[in-house]
């Protein structure tokens, strides 16, 4: 077994440029394992100016000077911040509110439709079973209250770190773009100098993580101004909280698209019931969803990795189990990172790897 094990570590872990990879990247996520909640404006504020800085490469490769680049997009990014807090939050909040207070009474029109059920087809269900399924969404519904509840009585925390955001996030996205060059040789003076096979992997991920962010933003937006416009014109109540958890679900590759069909349609069928206008809503919400998968997806991510669909959703339930929203947002990049690292890896010619992901 000691002989197994002596041949295996040999095999791969013979070079030493693999085991400084593999030290750092140990390293890399202990750190955010560990710290990852403290340092939480400092990764906000990195993922950020790694999407608006596209523009500001753009803008001095049209040789304008350094600085006035980075003042530049730093505007643009606090005019679209102030936007989206001056205008979304406000909208959403009131609608949110809004459907707080209507739940108890579309709880209680369902009620009656489920009670009307046994009626009707009382070889499929009985009354048992409806008053069984009333208690429990009554159970639920008073759970829900109890959140709401206990998460208003500690707003005051929340509030206070929600405003931490709002001053350290843009402070350290300025810094970012504008030091960006000076942290870049910073890092790489403490990287030992044979780094070929750090490079070989940073090329690949650079280019991967860039196209996925940036993707997957333009994604984001699309459908939720797409899915907006067609509740609007629908009619549906709360077309701006349902638009925003259409628009997020995309961050969630297939299973997104499937959870958040469910509150359209029951906020669909509490307004309209088993109606056309309520058919119309669901071939609206499934010609966005069947335009994103089939044709915004691969325009935008055309030049993105293409991994098995068994990896990607390991990916999402291992690093959001990890990380949250940030680790189900990240995980396709991750899980293209751990193939980049492992297509790189050194490994002995005869060793033949199936290509899974």
């Known amino acids: 077994m000691l002989k197994v094990l002596q041949d295996w570590m040999q095999r791969y872990f013979s070079d030493e440029e693999a085991v400084v990879l593999a030290v750092i990247l140990v390293l890399g996520f202990t750190v955010i394992l560990a710290f990852g909640r403290m340092?939480?404006?400092?990764?906000a504020a990195v993922v950020i100016a790694f999407l608006i800085q596209g523009l500001q490469g753009f803008l001095e490769r049209r040789r304008v000077p350094h600085l006035f680049a980075v003042w530049l997009v730093y505007a643009l990014f606090?005019?679209?911040?102030?936007?989206?807090?001056?205008?979304?939050v406000p909208l959403l909040w009131k609608q949110l509110f809004t459907l707080f207070n209507e739940l108890p009474r579309m709880l209680g029109e369902w009620q009656t439709v489920l009670l009307m059920l046994p009626e009707r087809y009382p070889e499929m269900i009985t009354e048992e079973q409806v008053l069984k399924i009333i208690e429990a969404s009554r159970n639920e519904l008073g759970q829900l209250g109890q959140w709401a509840l206990t998460f208003s009585l500690s707003g005051l925390p929340v509030l206070v770190n929600v405003m931490i955001y709002l001053v350290l996030?843009?402070?350290?996205?300025?810094?970012?773009?504008?030091?960006?060059?000076?942290?870049?040789?910073?890092?790489?003076?403490?990287?030992?100098?044979?780094?070929?096979?750090?490079?070989?992997?940073?090329?690949?991920?650079?280019?991967?993580?860039?196209?996925?962010?940036?993707?997957?933003?333009?994604?984001?937006?699309i459908t939720g101004v797409a899915t907006y416009i067609a509740f609007v014109v629908l009619g549906l109540n709360y077309a701006a909280l349902l638009a925003l958890l259409v628009g997020l679900s995309v961050v969630v590759p297939y299973i997104g698209a499937v959870v958040v069909t469910v509150p359209v349609a029951l906020i669909g069928l509490f307004q309209w019931g088993w109606s056309d206008q309520f058919i119309y809503l669901m071939v609206a919400h499934a010609i966005i969803q069947g335009l994103d998968g089939n044709v915004l997806v691969p325009l935008l991510f055309s030049e993105a990795v293409n991994l098995h669909p068994v990896a990607i959703i390991c990916a999402v339930l291992l690093f959001?189990?990890?990380?949250?929203?940030?680790?189900?947002?990240?995980?396709?990049?991750?899980?293209?990172?751990?193939?980049?690292?492992?297509?790189?890896w050194p490994r002995e010619p005869d060793v033949k790897v199936s290509p899974l992901m």
Do not use: C, S
């Open 39 to 43: 340092l939480a404006p400092v990764l």
């Open 78 to 88: 606090l005019g679209i911040l102030a936007l989206f807090l001056l205008v979304l």
């Open 169 to 221: 996030v843009p402070i350290l996205v300025f810094f970012f773009l504008k030091d960006r060059r000076r942290f870049y040789f910073w890092f790489r003076a403490y990287l030992p100098r044979e780094r070929g096979l750090m490079k070989q992997v940073w090329a690949e991920m650079n280019k991967q993580i860039a196209n996925y962010i940036h993707g997957k933003v333009v994604e984001i937006f």
């Open 320 to 344: 959001g189990g990890l990380w949250g929203f940030w680790g189900v947002f990240f995980a396709i990049p991750l899980a293209t990172l751990v193939k980049a690292v492992l297509d790189a």
